[in-house]
């Protein structure tokens, strides 16, 4: 039967679309659709349906005063009027966005790993080349854009395995140990899934210093083990004291299973060093309760202290013998985000694994491959890091005299923090002996303290709202990073330039003093 011509009372393309089943949509934004008894559809993730584990993390370096200064620059570029014309962030050790320069060197190689074609240009020297031939040839397809093995580029690997062993002296290093990460907090994230397991009184605790670095408790609360604070001797520049640890460990005995020890070693957010005779005892200490110790040496190149040096934890661990080094478990994280390189972007890192059981690094290595491989870029990255040239080479003497120049000014940005946040009625800073930041304390009177309760936020918390509105200087609280009751601090780091920082210090001298007099009814403030 031929299909007749349509001859109702309209053409298809005039009936009303919803007869077919189908609703209409803008193309900028869809309707809001009706049940049929006319409520709107529910969503699916709420408030309430949300991972309670992600509504207890939190990460106080990118947190609400963060946001809030992001407001305020946006506002700024609008034309919007502030008593400042700019926001100083020194809230985070982002080195690049502060106007530190990239080393050369490890940009020539990671370009030339990028764009091979550049391998045959004359602007670039040949020692670069070598590293980006070698790393390109253990890429599949000898491509930076390919997947790697999940523990990363073997070559790389190998050269962080040669790169401890000189750092360390002579201490083996079994490159089958180093697992190349995501930055190192991938390392660091990685570790602690393995690590938490138990219920009740046998769930995982999780020994961190107080301060921390909010990635440990962000991580710790997201995996739902036992947080284990045990704090840092501020009345002796931030040390670690062996019966603080004893303290916590025998505490917390009562209602978990402590299983892990971290260190932060030199500190984020308090800037010391640890001293040899500190690491040695946290050592024995984990072997006598049988913990897992994991080691956060990012800052390692960050030592300005003249009469202090970085002492790593494995190599201290072999120095106290077999009995200690063959059987302790230990993981040291190291990144190229900090030390003087500051490629925060690149997300390259590595840790070092030792005395794991084999089978337990079987599951290791499978929990790494479901994230694939960390970046290849940020591998090559790390590679140049431990990989730099040597004297014989003719990017030495660049390079050298970039990296003294970088970690020269820290040093004395460190110092010129230290000095004048202690000329300052009601500011205490200690030595900031390494890493990034200043993590100074600060007398908040208690008139402001009661007002600060009343608004629903902690104290330094209202302090650093008031100082970035008042100056456009953006800080981290002290309590985003853990302190003891009654104490208040803030995290602000040595990373604008020189001249920055000094109008930085100037605005803060001149905003705690007015803050003190606004709540100490006018009187003078003392030290």
Same mark, same amino acid.
């Given at each position: 039967?031929?299909?007749?011509?349509?001859?109702?009372?309209?053409?298809?393309s005039?009936?009303?679309?919803?007869?077919?089943?189908?609703?209409?949509?803008?193309?900028?934004e869809a309707?809001?659709?009706?049940?049929?008894?006319?409520?709107?559809r529910e969503?699916?993730?709420?408030m /309430?349906?949300?991972n309670?584990q992600?509504?207890?993390v939190?990460?106080a370096?990118?947190?609400?005063?963060?946001?809030?200064?992001?407001?305020?620059?946006?506002?700024? +570029?609008?034309?919007?009027?502030?008593?400042?014309?700019?926001?100083?962030k020194a809230?985070?050790?982002? #080195?690049?966005?502060?106007?530190?320069?990239?080393?050369t060197?490890?940009?020539?190689?990671?370009?030339l790993? #990028?764009?091979?074609?550049?391998?045959n240009?004359?602007?670039?020297?040949?020692?670069?080349?070598?590293?980006?031939?070698?790393?390109? +040839?253990?890429c599949g397809?000898q491509?930076?854009g390919?997947?790697?093995?999940s523990?990363?580029?073997d070559?790389?690997?190998? /050269?962080?395995a040669?790169?401890?062993e000189q750092?360390?002296?002579?201490?083996?290093a079994?490159?089958?140990?180093?697992?190349?990460?995501?930055?190192?907090?991938?390392?660091i994230?990685?570790?602690?899934?393995?690590?938490?397991?138990?219920?009740?009184?046998?769930?995982?605790?999780?020994m961190?210093?107080?301060?921390?670095?909010?990635?440990?408790?962000?991580?710790i609360s997201?995996?739902?083990?036992?947080q284990?604070?045990?704090?840092?001797?501020?009345?002796?520049?931030?040390?670690?004291?062996?019966?603080?640890?004893?303290?916590?460990?025998?505490?917390?005995?009562?209602?978990?299973? @402590?299983?892990?020890?971290?260190?932060?070693?030199?500190?984020?957010?308090?800037?010391?060093?640890?001293?040899?005779?500190?690491?040695? *005892?946290?050592?024995?200490?984990?072997?006598?309760?049988?913990?897992?110790?994991?080691?956060?040496?990012?800052?390692?190149?960050?030592?300005?202290?003249?009469?202090? +040096?970085?002492?790593?934890?494995?190599?201290?661990?072999?120095?106290?013998?077999?009995?200690?080094?063959?059987?302790?478990e230990?993981? #040291?994280?190291?990144?190229?985000?900090?030390?003087?390189?500051?490629?925060?972007?690149?997300?390259?890192?590595y840790?070092?694994?030792?005395n794991? *059981?084999?089978?337990?690094?079987?599951?290791?290595?499978k929990?790494?491959?479901?994230r694939?491989?960390?970046?290849?870029?940020?591998?090559?990255?790390?590679?140049?890091?431990?990989?730099?040239?040597?004297?014989?080479?003719?990017?030495y003497?660049?390079?050298?005299k970039?990296?003294?120049?970088?970690l020269?000014?820290?040093?004395e940005?460190?110092?010129?923090?230290?000095q004048?946040?202690? !000329?300052?009625?009601g500011i205490?800073c200690?030595?900031?002996?390494?890493?990034m930041?200043?993590? @100074?304390?600060?007398?908040?009177?208690?008139?402001?303290?009661?007002?600060?309760k009343s608004?629903?936020m902690?104290?330094d918390?209202?302090?650093?709202?008031?100082?970035?509105?008042e100056t456009?200087?953006?800080?981290?609280?002290g #309590?985003?990073?853990?302190q003891?009751?009654?104490?208040?601090?803030?995290r602000? !780091?040595?990373l604008?330039?020189?001249?920055?920082?000094?109008?930085?210090?100037?605005?803060?001298?001149?905003?705690?003093?007015k803050?003190?007099?606004?709540y100490?009814?006018?009187?003078?403030?003392?030290?």
């Amino acid at each position: 039967m031929a299909i007749q011509p349509n001859r109702g009372k309209f053409k298809l393309s005039e009936r009303p679309v919803e007869q077919y089943g189908l609703k209409r949509f803008s193309t900028a934004e869809a309707t809001v659709i009706l049940r049929e008894d006319g409520k709107m559809r529910e969503k699916t993730l709420t408030m /309430d349906t949300l991972n309670p584990q992600v509504k207890a993390v939190e990460y106080a370096v990118r947190g609400p005063i963060v946001t809030k200064a992001g407001d305020i620059e946006r506002g700024l +570029q609008q034309g919007q009027k502030h008593p400042f014309t700019e926001v100083i962030k020194a809230n985070i050790g982002d #080195s690049h966005a502060m106007g530190q320069k990239p080393i050369t060197f490890l940009r020539q190689v990671v370009a030339l790993c #990028s764009f091979p074609e550049l391998l045959n240009s004359p602007s670039f020297p040949e020692d670069a080349k070598q590293r980006a031939r070698r790393i390109l +040839q253990g890429c599949g397809g000898q491509s930076l854009g390919s997947y790697s093995a999940s523990q990363g580029v073997d070559c790389i690997r190998q /050269d962080v395995a040669v790169y401890i062993e000189q750092r360390d002296k002579g201490v083996p290093a079994d490159w089958d140990n180093i697992y190349l990460t995501t930055g190192a907090s991938d390392g660091i994230v990685s570790i602690l899934k393995m690590l938490v397991s138990g219920q009740g009184r046998s769930r995982s605790g999780v020994m961190i210093p107080i301060p921390q670095y909010p990635l440990y408790s962000a991580a710790i609360s997201e995996l739902e083990a036992v947080q284990i604070n045990y704090y840092l001797d501020e009345d002796n520049c931030w040390a670690l004291d062996i019966n603080e640890l004893h303290r916590a460990y025998q505490a917390a005995k009562e209602h978990c299973h @402590p299983r892990v020890i971290c260190i932060i070693n030199p500190g984020n957010p308090t800037g010391q060093v640890q001293s040899r005779k500190c690491i040695e *005892d946290v050592l024995h200490f984990a072997y006598e309760e049988n913990l897992f110790v994991m080691s956060d040496e990012v800052y390692q190149d960050n030592v300005y202290s003249p009469d202090l +040096q970085f002492h790593s934890f494995k190599k201290v661990l072999y120095e106290m013998g077999p009995e200690y080094f063959n059987t302790v478990e230990l993981a #040291s994280f190291h990144s190229t985000s900090k030390g003087y390189s500051g490629e925060c972007g690149f997300r390259g890192g590595y840790m070092e694994v030792l005395n794991l *059981d084999l089978e337990v690094k079987a599951q290791l290595v499978k929990l790494l491959s479901v994230r694939l491989c960390p970046p290849v870029s940020g591998q090559a990255a790390m590679d140049v890091i431990v990989n730099p040239p040597l004297p014989h080479e003719p990017s030495y003497l660049q390079f050298h005299k970039e990296k003294s120049a970088v970690l020269g000014a820290l040093a004395e940005k460190a110092q010129v923090t230290e000095q004048t946040l202690n !000329t300052v009625p009601g500011i205490k800073c200690n030595p900031v002996q390494g890493a990034m930041y200043a993590f @100074p304390r600060i007398f908040i009177p208690p008139r402001a303290v009661e007002e600060a309760k009343s608004l629903g936020m902690s104290p330094d918390m209202m302090y650093c709202l008031r100082l970035l509105e008042e100056t456009g200087i953006c800080l981290v609280p002290g #309590s985003g990073f853990g302190q003891r009751e009654g104490t208040y601090h803030f995290r602000m !780091t040595i990373l604008p330039t020189t001249e920055k920082l000094k109008v930085l210090l100037e605005k803060l001298r001149d905003f705690h003093i007015k803050f003190l007099k606004e709540y100490a009814s006018l009187e003078e403030p003392k030290r």
